[in-house]
């Protein structure tokens, strides 16, 4: 969080604008850090995994949402985008059981953007207490009710610990982070800002695609055998 804030800040000195992070490719160690060894991706195997770290009580997780859903509505069916909220204690540990609930209801396209308003502008989510994310839920149309029944359900609980772990495997300590795969973690930086961090991101893209093994080549069709004589 304290990081995320400290971009944001710097993010809105008139003197670091985005044209300056255009120079150069991505930097390892400062846009992108390779993790090793790499680790499980957070959802299935079978697409290259973008996952973002987010939180909804970060600003620069809200300033970066749209830009990201623009990036995201690019891709080739190869990559799958996966969410995942951030769960480094306290009250954030709440707002991640509130999506990890969202999701299991089948609710998160229509209340991913509205839970950004809903902290940020609306203003209604002051304490982090359940109660308060439930009402924040039902705002958006969800059953007050079954979102609390939900968010403290084991199978919710679950996702919370294992969003804990993943944070901690692929060694993302802020928000926004983007883990590629599970092998690669990319950072926003006060330079670059949210536009350096796709182009960033696709550069790492770009790198694990060439680094697939590439798929054999069909054999060729079997001649057609002839017809016997008669």
């Known amino acids: 969080m304290l990081r995320s804030l400290a971009l944001l800040a710097a993010l809105a000195v008139p003197g670091l604008s985005i044209a300056q992070a255009a120079a150069g490719a991505p930097r390892l160690g400062t846009d992108y ?73 089948g609710a998160t396209e229509r209340t991913h953007d509205g839970m950004f308003k809903a902290f940020h502008i609306e203003r209604k989510i002051k304490t982090g ?6 009402d924040a839920y039902a705002g958006l149309g969800l059953n007050r009710q079954e979102m609390l029944d939900t968010m403290n359900s084991f199978g919710v609980s679950s996702r919370v610990n294992r969003s804990k772990q993943f944070a ?16 690669y973690r990319v950072m926003l930086t006060p330079e670059g800002g949210f536009e350096g961090m796709l182009r960033t991101l696709d550069h790492v893209l770009a790198m694990e695609r060439a680094a697939a093994p590439a798929r054999p080549a069909a054999a060729p069709a079997a001649a057609p055998k002839p017809a016997p004589a008669r």
Do not use: M
């Open 129 to 134: 207490s359940l109660d308060e994310i439930a």
């Open 168 to 183: 901690q495997r692929t060694g993302a300590i802020g928000t926004p982070t983007i883990i590629v795969n599970g092998k």
């Open 33 to 105: 850090e390779v993790i090793s060894p790499a680790q499980p991706t957070f959802g299935p195997p079978g697409k290259i995994e973008i996952a973002e770290i987010f939180s909804y009580h970060c600003p620069a997780c809200a300033g970066f949402q749209p830009v990201f859903a623009r990036w995201k509505a690019q891709q080739r069916p190869d990559v799958r985008v996966t969410y995942v909220h951030a769960a480094f204690g306290a009250a954030i540990d709440n707002l991640a059981r509130g999506f990890f609930a969202a999701e299991a209801l």
